[in-house]
């Protein structure tokens, strides 16, 4: 890990080897690391550009039993809208990110290991712990989210696992630079996965630390491997608000089906963007429209609640019927039955359980410290 990271050395105590599906042993030596699309070949010794992940003795280390950050929130806050509505997502993350963002809004966690200022610190926890807080916050889903949950899949599936065994959702809150190696791996542990497709232009992507393409492609293989996938875009002024570029990613996404929801979301200015303002609301409804133009049958307005009309709202495609009332994060309605439109019977997408529907008691509450 650098000698310039001062926490490198707090988490280098922190791991255990890679998962064998994730690394492959190349004739030079090196390891090749499929925990995300950068695929880094790392030599003896150093580290990958996630800086979490290191070649030590021959061994890939990576990150395990700790968490930093804990938070419950309303599922609709990952966000979530076609999955267990109205209920808590008891969501945990770990340090470092594959990605570099300058408008990250967890960049307390994200960055901490490249930015000094981010400060979040780790702290020891098992598996057991943190599914029997997820039960004590009365939350059906277990996210692994605030840094980028690819780079730290196997600590993720140990969750999980945990988390599944005791009749727990799970989900990914991700980027989405993945690799087909990295998605088998999950497939069998991960219910719902949320990817932020930051960009239709190559270009912005590889000032972020990315490529488009693995992006896509990670996008198409979730949906072909069945997890529950929602797709994000934070629209940001100056950078991907473009009519044809929105044009390009709704159209993407309704190629692979029109069933998938797609969030169309308000930028603030925040970590090292600060050079413009907050997405206008007419921009979001341009986006919005736009989803709908290229055939999307579930497009949502994000960030402003109340402030788009229709947008926050899931109407059914077969005779419009509003179907989930929303307020930002709050479901204040939600009138399906058997996961169905209750007028014209419509099947809606998504993984519904009226068990655990509309349970949500938290919002936003950081939970108690673990020691
Ligand atoms: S997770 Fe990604 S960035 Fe980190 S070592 Fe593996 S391939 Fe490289």
Not at 176 to 203: A, C, E, I
Not at 260 to 286: C, E, N, Q
Not at 327 to 335: A, I, K, M, P, Y
Request: hydrophobic share 35%.
């Amino acid at each position: 890990m650098t000698a310039t990271s001062v926490i490198a050395p707090i988490l280098a105590s922190r791991t255990a080897a890679a998962a064998p599906e994730l690394v492959e042993r190349l004739p030079d030596g090196r390891l090749r690391c499929y925990a995300c699309g950068h695929r880094c070949p790392i030599p003896e010794g150093r580290e990958g550009v996630c800086k979490v992940r290191y070649n030590e003795g021959g061994v890939l280390r990576v990150p395990w039993g700790y968490v930093g950050a804990l938070q419950c929130d309303p599922i609709e806050k990952k966000p979530f809208f076609h999955a267990l509505p109205g209920s808590d997502a008891f969501s945990f993350g770990m340090l470092g990110c594959d990605l570099h963002c300058g408008y990250c809004q967890n960049w307390f966690t994200s960055q901490s290991i490249r930015d000094p200022k981010a400060v979040a610190r780790p702290r020891d926890v098992s598996p057991e712990e943190l599914v029997a807080l997820a039960e004590e916050c009365g939350a059906p889903t277990v996210v692994s989210t605030y840094n980028e949950p690819l780079i730290t899949s196997e600590w993720a599936v140990a969750v999980f696992r945990e988390a599944k065994r005791r009749g727990l959702s799970t989900a990914y809150v991700s980027n989405g630079n993945g690799t087909p190696q990295v998605l088998d791996f999950l497939r069998p542990w991960v219910d719902f996965y949320k990817v932020d497709l930051k960009s239709m232009d190559d270009k912005h992507y590889r000032e972020l630390g990315g490529v488009l393409a693995n992006v896509l492609d990670s996008i198409a293989a979730i949906h072909e491997r069945g997890i529950w996938l929602e797709v994000l875009t934070l629209v940001i002024p100056g950078f991907n608000d473009a009519e044809e570029e929105l044009r390009r990613a709704a159209r993407f996404i309704a190629t692979l089906s029109p069933d998938i929801p797609w969030h169309v979301t308000a930028f603030h200015p925040d970590y090292k963007m600060t050079d413009r303002g907050s997405t206008p609301a007419r921009t979001l409804v341009a986006a919005a429209e736009i989803g709908t133009q290229e055939g999307l049958n579930y497009v949502y307005v994000g960030n402003l609640p109340g402030g788009t009309g229709e947008w926050e709202n899931t109407r059914c495609p077969g005779c419009g019927l509003t179907l989930i009332k929303r307020f930002g994060f709050r479901v204040l309605e939600n009138r399906l039955i058997s996961g169905a439109c209750p007028r014209c019977a419509t099947p809606i997408p998504g993984r519904w359980d009226a068990r655990v529907e509309g349970t949500t008691r938290t919002h936003g509450i950081p939970l108690p410290v673990i020691e």
